[in-house]
């Protein structure tokens, strides 16, 4: 980019970025789903870091220091394999995050509500009240972020740390209702492979991406070709521990068919207040799961924020898209067109299915969407000399994409279900071409 580009703030040290990628991987929503799939999650929460996290920590280290400053994946894209290219693999990667912040949004608030008892369950039901919290979530976090790093990193900050607690309350709740009763789940390691399950083995491996998020980050990190790989490693060491060992913990509290992938902390959370007499328990669990939920959408909203910044200072978006706020210093335009993307999403979803349905078409069009730019992302490391990183997140990235398609027993309407799919892919994939030869 030419000199005179509008310049972020260099706000970020190793423990602000180190929260942050922790805030931005692990979501709490992936543990009841790894719960309900069976204690064979575990085993695959390992191969997924192993065979996907561990590559795209490598390649991510690798990139940054490559290609340093704003724009993470979009500039590595477009460097290597030209303007077009990284102009799609930003917008499908922009829109896939649009995606996720209704899905996680309906999942934070759903999951916070149940916790809090029966008195509020049927909140957690309720369609409207769901909306309207969701937005509320979202639109707080994104306004946090929007004033500042300086500011907006401390709701990533204690997002990540609303998340080390809530892993280690689970782990310490679990022990002790081991310690009382035992195991309500014989713990056999070997995944269980099915139809009911497969099409969470794409969620796994999505629930391991993130990394790339700080990479999006490279302008307001302080010394970023020394603090993004130490902060990958560490967050990356972070993740895979605090998967498997808070998957383990539910499976210690209840039999996976008791735990439902939207509600499952609340059901472990109440099922072990009864054991153990805590009835502070899930109300504890419920403030957790809010906090590390603004948290993410802080985290997330605020790095993907980057891309339609770097992409409108290229002359590929509109120049206001490449303009940073006169007081914050930060990219407002974008933050505000993701935020009114993400809650148009999360409206327009819901018709024609159930809200369940309704969820795990969301969960589906997240994963695709924020799959295929792998495939770029990979690419680039192949051509900084990264072979067996890429060849190992290739490998992880197509197997995700295909289980994504299969809909889960809670889709009733599977041709509904396809379609949503199909429809939602190839109109991202097109409005993608459209921008950009209208910005051509």
């Not at 991987?25 to 992936?30: A, K, L, M, S, Y």
Request: charged share 10%; glycine share 10%.
């Amino acid at each position: 980019m030419a000199d005179g580009t509008p310049q972020l703030k260099r706000e970020l040290g190793l423990r602000d970025i180190t929260f942050f990628a922790i805030t931005c991987i692990v979501g709490t929503r992936w543990i009841p789903a790894a719960a309900h799939a069976g204690p064979g999650s575990v085993t695959l929460w390992l191969l997924a870091a192993l065979l996907f996290m561990v590559p795209l920590a490598v390649a991510v280290a690798a990139l940054s220091v490559k290609y340093p400053g704003a724009g993470g994946l979009y500039l590595w894209t477009r460097n290597d394999f030209g303007r077009w290219h990284g102009f799609l693999c930003f917008i499908v990667y922009w829109i896939g995050i649009a995606f996720w912040f209704p899905s996680a949004a309906m999942f934070y608030m759903s999951a916070g509500i149940s916790a809090l008892g029966p008195a509020y369950a049927y909140l957690a039901e309720s369609r409207a009240f769901l909306l309207g919290i969701s937005l509320v979530a979202i639109w707080v976090a994104l306004g946090t972020n929007m004033i500042g790093m300086k500011i907006g990193k401390w709701t990533e900050n204690v997002g990540a740390g609303a998340t080390w607690l809530l892993g280690a309350l689970l782990v310490a709740v679990a022990a002790v209702v081991w310690s009382k009763r035992g195991s309500a789940t014989p713990i056999h390691l070997a995944p269980t492979w099915n139809w009911d399950t497969i099409s969470f083995w794409s969620t796994i491996a999505y629930a391991m991406s993130g990394l790339e998020m700080a990479g999006l980050m490279g302008g307001e990190i302080r010394d970023p070709a020394r603090t993004l790989p130490r902060a990958g490693w560490i967050a990356a060491a972070f993740t895979t521990v605090f998967y498997a060992a808070a998957t383990l913990a539910l499976l210690v509290i209840l039999r996976p068919g008791k735990i439902s992938e939207m509600n499952g902390l609340a059901e472990a959370g109440e099922s072990a207040a009864r054991v153990l007499g805590l009835t502070w328990l899930t109300p504890l669990i419920a403030l957790l799961v809010m906090a590390s939920a603004v948290g993410q959408f802080g985290g997330l909203g605020t790095s993907v924020s980057r891309l339609p910044f770097v992409v409108g200072v290229d002359n590929l978006l509109p120049a206001a898209f490449g303009k940073v706020h006169p007081r914050w210093g930060t990219p407002h335009v974008s933050i505000v067109t993701l935020g009114v993307l993400a809650s148009f999403l999360l409206v327009v979803i819901q018709l024609g299915d159930t809200m369940r349905a309704a969820y795990q078409a969301l969960v589906s069009l997240m994963v695709i969407n924020g799959f295929l730019p792998f495939l770029y992302i990979f690419g680039s490391a192949w051509k900084a000399g990264k072979r067996i990183s890429a060849i190992s997140g290739w490998a992880i990235t197509l197997l995700a994409i295909l289980c994504s398609v299969v809909p889960t027993a809670e889709v009733r309407n599977v041709w509904l279900f396809e379609t949503k799919l199909a429809v939602g892919t190839a109109a991202v994939i097109a409005t993608a071409w459209l921008l950009y030869r209208r910005a051509r």
